[in-house]
């Protein structure tokens, strides 16, 4: 699994111009997922989000989890985390899983997110055309490979 985090003070996903979730502060999780996860990669993806000491303490040192600032997550599935872009100018996507793979494994990232949190994730629409708005806090974005623990 890949995700794309970032520290937001608001962000909001909208399909068909319509607000369908919203957050304030917390983080903006942009989740993709290959053919090769498996649910190891849920729960180590999902406890290192929730345990990265990304937001500031009283002296503004990068210190507390999203857990200790009480923050919110807003997930969104992203297929294209996992664009190869070696050759040519269009992006292949062979790596990213198909849909009726990609999809539990979302569904249960999310789960496994909302048990660490003791409370909701929000999320967009798995699979549709969404339009993500954010206020990045920072800004702070982190890029993290659950194949690739650097």
């Keep these: 699994m890949r995700a794309n985090i970032q520290r937001v003070k608001q962000a909001s996903v909208y399909i068909r111009e319509k607000e369908i979730s919203k957050i304030n502060q917390g983080l903006l999780v942009f989740i993709g997922v290959c053919s090769q996860d498996i649910q190891e990669d849920v729960l180590w993806l999902s406890n290192k989000i929730c345990s990265m000491r990304i937001f500031s303490d009283t002296q503004g040192k990068m210190n507390r989890s999203l857990v200790e600032a009480s923050g919110d997550i807003l997930l969104i599935s992203q297929f294209t985390l996992y664009a190869k872009t070696k050759k040519g100018n269009r992006p ?15 569904e249960a990232f999310k789960l496994a997110l909302q048990q660490i949190l003791c409370k909701e994730v929000f999320t967009g629409a798995f699979g549709q055309d969404m339009q993500v708005f954010l206020c990045n806090d920072g800004p702070v974005t982190i890029n993290i490979d659950s194949k690739i623990r650097d």
């Design 92 to 106: 292949s996507y062979l790596n990213s899983a198909p849909p009726e793979f990609a999809e539990p494994m979302y």
